[in-house]
Nanobody, 128 residues
């Protein structure tokens, strides 16, 4: 499995960006895929997580209503549409995939444990 992110950049507060994560070697039904954010000097945390198996998407409360996670299965690419960006959204955004245990049904829990594969990330900088 390979993951390649793109779409980061510098944007003013209130602006928008769309991040892409191109995947290869991924069987969608076997994995959950998430977007993760690492702010400067802080630990990486989950922003959004999608499970095809559960037909569900989870969002961190801080981005709910502003960010949208979508998937284009034809192109094996997922996207994170980021609107109303804030300076606190600054950081490296990475996509990661995990093959969750079959007894885990909560999408948030799928992306909260160990991640099997990571992309290298893309930097988002939101200026005030």
């Amino acid at each position: 499995v390979q993951l390649v992110e793109s779409g980061g950049g510098l944007v003013q507060s209130g602006g928008s960006l769309r991040l892409s994560c191109e995947t290869s070697g991924l069987i969608w039904e076997d994995y959950a895929i998430g977007w993760f954010h690492q702010a400067p000097g802080k630990e990486r945390e989950g922003v959004s997580c999608m499970s095809v198996r559960e037909s569900s998407t989870w969002y961190h409360h801080s981005v709910k209503g502003r960010f949208t996670f979508s998937r284009d299965s034809a192109n094996s690419t997922v996207y994170l549409e980021m609107n109303a960006l804030k300076p606190d959204d600054t950081g490296v955004y990475s996509c990661g995939v995990v093959s969750p245990a079959p007894w885990i049904s909560t999408v948030q829990a799928m992306c909260s444990g160990g991640i099997d594969y990571w992309g290298k990330g893309t930097l988002v900088t939101v200026s005030s």
